[in-house]
């Protein structure tokens, strides 16, 4: 590295500025005035679309394995969705995406 | 006061997501903001190995103490911070460094976005603070308890969004601390990258209760695969948007479907 401390501070300071700004967006500027109906019905899946599409490559495509697709990836993925979805209950999703992980990491 | 809730009731306080939506609505704020608490105990799988991890790979790239900590205060995004700190130890130019992290955070506006039903009519300053405080995980557990309990008042979901904060957010940076001075105390062989992908599934399986939320789920899946070569994660920004659309487009169909009377 060759940045002098005054450069990564500024790094720093951008960062920080820039990442609140995105986060307080519309959260501030919009506030209490109501949203229409079109903008409120494609939020409501903000969340169900941006989450899993953000860990998709990395199931698939694992930065540790080289881009290769893991087996005992691929299951803890499966044995979490499918806990997930059976028991509706985050922790019980948790645990057992961790045993499989665990389990192949132990055996595989 | 209606109180519905047996006295001495500990709801919520393992698994959390099944307190009655009856009673989440009675409570008092302290118990949401208890309720936020211990629903984020399990992300601290995610926010302890990757603090460590991030202090480690900023002393490697040769950035002191103050800067690393100043980097998880200021900025408190872990995948941008990593982008970033990555680049620098490759002496990127600059502006690329600043474009490039805060291209990972762009998501962020999104989550701003989906928030303001839940969080619109509080104070600015209480907004200011949810913003500061908006990761991944913080806004994954807001938005199951905007859904689970559609009858909650702004102060019992600020409550439960402080709470939920309050574990995830300073560890992340207690941990940063700790892994820049003590070096990496994670077995390098465990394998860490996937405490994310599952926690984010365990986080979002239990949403998916309706066609459109799982039409919404696999239209962003899809695309995010298929677009998955574009740098800094930058396919996200456009597999998201459809994803969204998708749910849209499926709740509408349903919505017509229902008023026309063919269920």
């Known amino acids: 590295m060759q940045f002098s401390s005054p450069t990564i501070w500024l790094i720093i300071a951008a960062l920080g500025v820039g990442t609140f700004l995105l986060r307080w967006s519309f959260l501030g500027a919009i506030g209490n005035r109501p949203l229409p109906e079109w903008g409120q019905r494609l939020l409501r899946y903000t969340a169900v679309a941006v989450l899993p599409a953000l860990v998709a490559p990395g199931i698939l495509w694992p930065a540790a394995t080289d881009g290769r697709p893991d087996p005992v990836r691929l299951a803890a993925a499966a044995a979490t969705l499918a806990a997930g979805l059976l028991t509706r209950n985050t922790l019980a999703a948790i645990v057992a995406g961790a045993a499989a992980l665990a389990a192949g990491s132990y055996w595989g | 006061m209606p109180s519905p809730a047996p006295s001495g009731s500990t709801a919520g306080t393992s698994a959390g997501l099944h307190v009655s939506t009856s009673r989440a609505s009675a409570e008092r704020p302290r118990q949401a903001f208890r309720r936020g608490m211990a629903q984020a105990v399990p992300f601290l799988l995610v926010m302890v190995p990757y603090g460590l991890l991030f202090g480690v790979v900023a002393q490697a790239a040769g950035l002191n103490l103050l800067q690393t900590i100043g980097f998880s205060v200021l900025v408190l995004a872990g995948a941008s911070q990593f982008t970033a700190v990555e680049l620098i130890a490759q002496n990127a130019p600059v502006l690329l460094i600043i474009a490039s992290a805060l291209a990972v955070n762009l998501r962020m506006a999104m989550y701003s976005a989906s928030l303001v039903p839940y969080f619109g009519s509080a104070r600015s300053w209480h907004r200011a603070l949810v913003a500061y405080l908006l990761v991944d995980q913080s806004y994954a557990l807001a938005i199951a308890n905007a859904e689970a309990h559609p ?113």
């Open chain 2, 151 to 263: 009858g909650l008042s702004v102060p019992q979901r600020l409550a439960h969004f402080l709470g939920a904060a309050l574990v995830i957010c300073p560890p992340w940076i207690i941990f940063t601390y700790v892994g820049a001075t003590l070096g990496n105390i994670v077995p390098a062989h465990w394998p860490l990258d996937f405490v994310v992908p599952i926690t984010f599934l365990s986080m979002i399986a239990p949403m998916l209760r309706t066609r459109a939320h799982v039409a919404a789920a696999v239209v962003g899946v899809v695309a995010a695969l298929a677009l998955a070569g574009l740098p800094n994660g930058s396919g996200l920004l456009i597999a998201a948007p459809l994803g969204m659309a998708a749910g849209a487009w499926v709740e509408t169909r349903m919505i017509r479907r229902a008023i026309m009377g063919r269920g």
